[in-house]
């Protein structure tokens, strides 16, 4: 089945840095790929997601790019503040599976 | 906004107890699901339950069971609790059936068993 790998476990910025995350995927069959953050002590939220039918999309300070080819997906977070800290998740689905298979999370640590 | 509602927040339980975790959403959303997530924070999709149609993880042990009276309330109900199902619940939902739609998720049930 579908296994979606998070490359960073750990990840520590300056305030006004940019951040990235990368996960992959191995099932060729994916084509949604959600992100969310989970704040410490706090549940999961979404902040953004893109479908394999294009292959970047921005919204505000967040852009996610995918590379079918290399079956890999990044979040790009700019102008980072001290509140984007938190454990960012990646996750992916194929066309007719029941389920979202989620990485193993980064923590995002954004420093004064 | 919370949209997705669940009870209790913690509980503690000695090991062989039944336990019982509500879940409710608000968002008139299909399908609704629960998620188990370990102390290493890995998330592992236990449930998906629309229109009636039950979806189980394979992976996940008998004495897990879903209980649905409408489908804005998924409740789980664990029949004899084992110490490796301490971990944090959490109950989400969304419009759409099957991982290809946003999915909202409620603040967890976290679970400790002694």
């Known amino acids: 089945g579908e296994k979606v790998e998070q490359h960073e476990s750990t990840l520590s910025v300056r305030e006004g840095d940019s951040a990235v995350i990368n996960c992959t995927y191995t099932?060729?069959?994916?084509?949604?790929f959600p992100w969310y953050k989970q704040e410490a002590g706090k549940s999961l939220h979404f902040v953004i997601d893109?479908?394999?039918?294009?292959d970047r999309k921005q919204s505000q300070r967040l852009t996610v790019l995918l590379d079918k080819k290399a079956k890999r997906f990044s979040l790009h977070i700019t102008a980072t503040q001290p509140e984007d800290s938190a454990i960012y998740f990646c996750a992916a689905s194929a066309s007719g599976s029941w389920q979202l298979i989620f990485g193993s999370g980064t923590q995002l640590t954004v420093m004064p | 906004e919370t949209a997705v509602f669940q009870t209790p927040n913690y509980h503690v339980t000695q090991v062989g107890n039944e336990v019982s975790f509500n879940c409710k959403q608000t968002l008139g959303h299909d399908t609704m699901y629960w998620y188990k997530q370990d102390s290493k924070k890995l998330l592992k999709i236990m449930f998906s339950y629309n229109n009636k149609q039950l979806i189980v993880n394979e992976t996940v042990p008998r004495r897990f069971s879903p209980q649905s009276s409408d489908k804005a309330h998924l409740n789980l109900r664990i029949k004899s609790v084992e110490p490796e199902d301490s971990a944090v619940y959490l109950c989400?939902?969304?419009?759409?059936?099957?991982?290809?739609?946003?999915?909202?998720f409620g603040p967890g049930t976290r679970l400790l068993v002694l």
């Open positions: 099932d060729t069959a994916s084509s949604y």
């Open positions: 989400a939902s969304s419009w759409d059936w099957g991982g290809q739609d946003t999915q909202y």
């Open positions: 893109i479908r394999s039918n294009v």
